[in-house]
């Protein structure tokens, strides 16, 4: 007798019908038998959702660069992620191609106190398959990274002695190639963030120094253009929610700054009255279902701000909360 998924129901039917549970109950349903948990980690499982329009958006954070939390959007936790393979490293980097893969790209591996090395390694993991991707050409960290049309660009960063970098690496998930691109301007030190608006790639400011100019690459025309945006960035943790990109100024403790390319235009948020320290430097943005989000390093937990209204400043508290931590990022997938 051919062991069906529910007795009943051909399997083409099966699949539609647990395609459609949320997330939030994928460890339960998987417990029901091993024809379930087979089809519920497959790729096909994946497939069948886009297909049925349950496609979820999943929050992954990353704490302390090894311990993995998934959130769906409701604030539910969904379980962890297996560590990233290898040893222990620092300052990698998180994005997210194709809807539902997260991209762990560069680092840094400490050998003892002194000693640290820059690592090329590039990995990724999606609920279904975990892989290997190519390195990049050159190793570094401290770079900064935009997803633009599907390829994924890295731009300068520093090597494993310090130097500055001055090119950008692009890949492209398709061929699982990186190749070397000229980054034309020559700031004194690292870029402070990068985005992707209207198929373009701008990389904003400088790390250490503040600086008002923006450079903007076109891969249709493989040109770039550089103009003065009117506000002198040094940022150290930011977000984009809907094409507006939200940061934190290292010379503006009390509020988060918004950027909004289309407009080329700047405006201030307070941050949340719970925050009566005066340094700004205790919180992380990151952001879920269109909505920016604050960490506290000490374990506060998170607020958010609906930003679906274009007025939108009230801060509210969110189900999410996490340990305090030293180091977080996060990164969103569908799923």
Same mark, same amino acid.
């Given at each position: 007798?051919?062991?069906?998924?529910?007795?009943?129901?051909?399997?083409?039917?099966?699949?539609?019908?647990?395609?459609?549970?949320?997330?939030?109950?994928?460890?339960?349903?998987?417990?029901?038998?091993?024809?379930?948990?087979?089809?519920?980690?497959?790729?096909?499982y994946g497939a069948v959702r886009k297909l049925t329009?349950?496609?979820?958006?999943?929050?992954?954070?990353?704490?302390?660069?090894?311990?993995?939390?998934?959130?769906?959007? =409701?604030?539910?936790?969904?379980?962890?992620?297996?560590?990233?393979?290898?040893?222990?490293?620092?300052?990698?980097?998180?994005?997210?191609?194709?809807?539902?893969?997260?991209?762990?790209?560069?680092?840094?591996?400490?050998?003892?106190?002194?000693?640290? $090395?820059?690592?090329?390694?590039?990995?990724?993991?999606?609920?279904?398959?975990?892989? $290997?991707?190519?390195?990049?050409?050159?190793? /570094?960290?401290?770079?900064?990274?935009?997803?633009?049309?599907?390829?994924?660009?890295?731009? /300068?960063?520093?090597?494993?002695?310090?130097?500055?970098?001055?090119?950008?690496?692009?890949?492209?998930?398709?061929?699982?190639?990186? =190749?070397?691109?000229?980054?034309?301007?020559?700031?004194?030190?690292?870029?402070?963030?990068?985005?992707?608006?209207?198929?373009?790639?701008?990389?904003?400011?400088?790390?250490?120094?503040?600086?008002?100019?923006?450079?903007?690459?076109?891969?249709?025309?493989?040109?770039?253009e550089e103009f003065d945006s009117g506000y002198s960035?040094?940022?150290?943790?930011?977000?984009?929610?809907?094409?507006?990109?939200?940061?934190?100024?290292?010379?503006?403790?009390?509020?988060?700054?918004?950027?909004?390319?289309?407009?080329?235009?700047?405006?201030?948020?307070?941050?949340?009255?719970?925050?009566?320290?005066?340094?700004?430097?205790?919180?992380i943005l990151g952001k879920l279902n269109n909505k920016?989000?604050?960490?506290?390093?000490?374990?506060?937990?998170?607020?958010?701000?609906?930003?679906?209204?274009?007025?939108?400043?009230?801060?509210?508290?969110?189900?999410? $909360?996490?340990?305090?931590?030293?180091?977080?990022?996060?990164?969103?997938?569908?799923?």
């Amino acid at each position: 007798m051919v062991e069906t998924l529910i007795p009943g129901l051909v399997d083409d039917v099966a699949e539609l019908c647990l395609s459609r549970v949320p997330r939030s109950s994928f460890r339960i349903i998987c417990q029901v038998c091993w024809g379930w948990r087979r089809f519920l980690w497959s790729e096909r499982y994946g497939a069948v959702r886009k297909l049925t329009g349950s496609v979820e958006e999943l929050m992954c954070v990353l704490m302390d660069h090894q311990y993995w939390e998934v959130f769906d959007g =409701s604030g539910n936790k969904l379980g962890g992620i297996p560590p990233i393979p290898g040893p222990l490293k620092r300052d990698s980097r998180l994005a997210m191609l194709d809807g539902g893969k997260i991209v762990v790209i560069g680092a840094i591996y400490y050998k003892g106190r002194s000693e640290m $090395k820059a690592l090329p390694y590039v990995y990724e993991f999606n609920p279904c398959t975990n892989r $290997k991707l190519a390195d990049m050409n050159i190793p /570094r960290y401290g770079f900064e990274y935009a997803v633009v049309d599907g390829l994924l660009y890295v731009i /300068r960063g520093l090597t494993s002695y310090g130097d500055y970098l001055f090119n950008l690496e692009v890949y492209n998930p398709k061929t699982n190639k990186w =190749s070397l691109m000229d980054f034309p301007y020559r700031p004194t030190s690292y870029c402070a963030f990068a985005f992707s608006f209207k198929s373009k790639l701008f990389v904003a400011g400088e790390n250490y120094y503040k600086s008002s100019f923006i450079y903007i690459y076109d891969p249709k025309t493989e040109t770039w253009e550089e103009f003065d945006s009117g506000y002198s960035i040094k940022a150290y943790s930011y977000t984009v929610i809907r094409n507006k990109v939200c940061f934190f100024d290292c010379y503006n403790y009390r509020g988060m700054v918004v950027f909004d390319p289309e407009k080329n235009s700047w405006s201030f948020v307070f941050l949340p009255q719970f925050s009566d320290h005066e340094s700004g430097f205790r919180f992380i943005l990151g952001k879920l279902n269109n909505k920016v989000f604050l960490v506290s390093q000490d374990g506060e937990g998170i607020c958010s701000d609906d930003f679906d209204k274009e007025d939108a400043v009230e801060w509210k508290a969110s189900p999410i $909360k996490l340990p305090a931590y030293t180091f977080i990022s996060s990164v969103l997938i569908n799923f």
